[in-house]
């Protein structure tokens, strides 16, 4: 035992060491995946190991295929800083070993998810009797919400979809935007409503659905149970929809409207950026992720349903070595798909206790405005070309903008890859109607206007070098 309370001590000493080296780098070239798999690939254990020598051999083995996610200068998808305070609360979790899934199994995490989720609901804005379900993040969050939509727009036309099953149920409509991101088909995938099935409505420049279309769609959509799918926040655009158009429009054709808001959801708590998510409290049902903005590490995000009754006949498990939850007591298992689990309200309670309304309405802002000071200094450059208006903290930057379709694909990919091949940075490439772009995401804490400033003079450094090269 005292071996292992050493080891655990000297685990926190590496951990420590890790954080200090990778905040300022992005220097270092990460090991790929297969010199990672070459570096682990070992027959089946037939023996034990000293529980020091094996942690010393995971961080040994593992330490070179780290990428500095946590870093100041890391832009790539929409990764948060994973603050050491949501870290530590992390640590706490882990070392508490608690199962989340009932009151008296783990009365502390029952009780700080019942009060993260006001304090949740408060931050985002959002009708103070939603109920909240701590999932891994916005793919299961929008699942959770869909299937308590699911359900709910089938109970309203008399079929008990969680009792009966699909088969044989009157069929329910999904209408989506055309930029909706990949992750929520997951859930349609999953809940029978299908992938292909959908009603796609089209979109601006921006990513967000246009009102008119989203209208004619549910006009001409198939009476009966129908599920709108809207977006806070889109992934390359940062743009939301006009949820204050879009909601009366559903509402009025008995549409539930649910929302994907990973990250663009927390515009709700910072009221500098608030306009973006104008309307949004009105949807019945919301994803958004902890381990993006809020900064808590991964796994963390929140699946919120405004009628939580819907949201329980969707999540609910019982059985007879179940405690039930009584009164007015929350069910920490009756809102998520899982039963065993993470206790994610510590991280949750710990970030907002650490950051509080203003450090995250900061926040938000700061990351907005940091974006936009990286988008205006790569903009400026002759060749560089923003490819969208900018709402939040995501945006595009093409190169060559004007040396013609695939030659400014291969000069945009090729400055991807120079920025992550000089390792100053991090940063990624998408597809944006058809055509390559770099994607920036300005989501971590841990970026300051230096590292800010770092960033784009390494994009435009790496845009120099390419030009000049000629690819
Ligand atoms: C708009 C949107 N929805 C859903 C997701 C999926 O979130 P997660 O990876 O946390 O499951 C993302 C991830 O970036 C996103 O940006």
Not at 252 to 259: E, K, N, P, Q, S
Not at 461 to 471: I, Q, S
Request: proline share 5%.
């Amino acid at each position: 035992m005292d071996d292992d309370l050493a080891m655990l001590q000297e685990v926190a000493k590496v951990a420590i060491a890790h954080r200090a080296e990778t905040l300022d780098a992005e220097r270092t070239l990460v090991a790929d995946y297969h010199t990672m798999l070459a570096a682990f690939a070992r027959p089946t254990p037939e023996r034990g190991a000293e529980g020091r020598a094996v942690i010393d051999e995971l961080a040994r083995l593992a330490t070179p295929g780290i990428r500095a996610t946590t870093g100041r200068r890391f832009f790539g998808w929409v990764i948060g800083g994973s603050d050491p305070t949501g870290v530590a609360a992390d640590w706490l979790t882990s070392i508490w070993g608690q199962n989340a899934g009932n009151l008296v199994a783990a009365p502390a995490a029952s009780a700080v998810e019942a009060v993260a989720a006001g304090w949740l609901l408060d931050l985002l804005r959002l009708p103070p009797t939603a109920s909240i379900g701590f999932v891994t993040g916005a793919t299961v969050a929008n699942l959770v919400c869909l299937a308590a939509a699911r359900g709910e727009v089938l109970r309203r036309v008399g079929w008990d979809v969680e009792a009966d099953g699909l088969f044989g149920a009157p069929p329910a409509h999904v209408l989506i935007g055309a930029d909706a991101h990949a992750t929520v088909f997951t859930g349609l995938k999953c809940l029978g409503l299908g992938a292909r099935r959908v009603t796609v409505v089209e979109t601006d420049e921006v990513g967000r659905m246009r009102p008119a279309a989203f209208e004619r769609a549910l006009r001409t959509a198939p009476a009966g149970p129908t599920i709108a799918i809207a977006q806070a926040g889109q992934i390359n655009t940062g743009a939301s929809d006009p949820f204050a158009v879009l909601a009366p429009i559903a509402a009025a054709a008995g549409a539930w409207l649910h929302v994907d808001g990973a990250f663009g959801l927390w515009a709700q708590a910072c009221p500098a950026f608030a306009d973006q998510t104008a309307g949004v409290e009105a949807a019945d049902s919301w994803a958004v992720d902890g381990h993006k903005w809020l900064q808590t590490p991964y796994d963390c995000g929140y699946a919120i349903v405004r009628d939580a009754e819907a949201h329980r006949r969707a999540m609910s498990i019982t059985a007879s070595y179940l405690p039930p939850a009584e009164g007015a007591e929350r069910d920490p298992s009756a809102y998520v798909l899982e039963l065993s689990r993470r206790a994610r309200g510590f991280p949750t309670w710990a970030m907002i206790r650490r950051l509080g309304r203003e450090g995250i309405a900061a926040l938000i802002e700061r990351s907005c405005r940091l974006a936009a000071r990286v988008a205006a200094a790569i903009a400026a450059e002759p060749g560089a070309a923003l490819v969208a208006p900018l709402a939040l903290n995501q945006f595009m930057i093409r190169f060559g903008a004007d040396a013609g379709d695939a030659a400014g694909d291969r000069l945009t990919l090729a400055v991807i890859r120079a920025v992550q091949d000089e390792a100053v940075a991090f940063v990624g490439g998408a597809e944006w109607r058809g055509r390559w772009v770099m994607r920036v995401s300005v989501t971590s804490a841990a970026t300051t206007e230096a590292a800010a400033d770092e960033t784009a003079d390494a994009m435009v450094r790496a845009w120099r070098r390419v030009r000049a090269a000629g690819v």
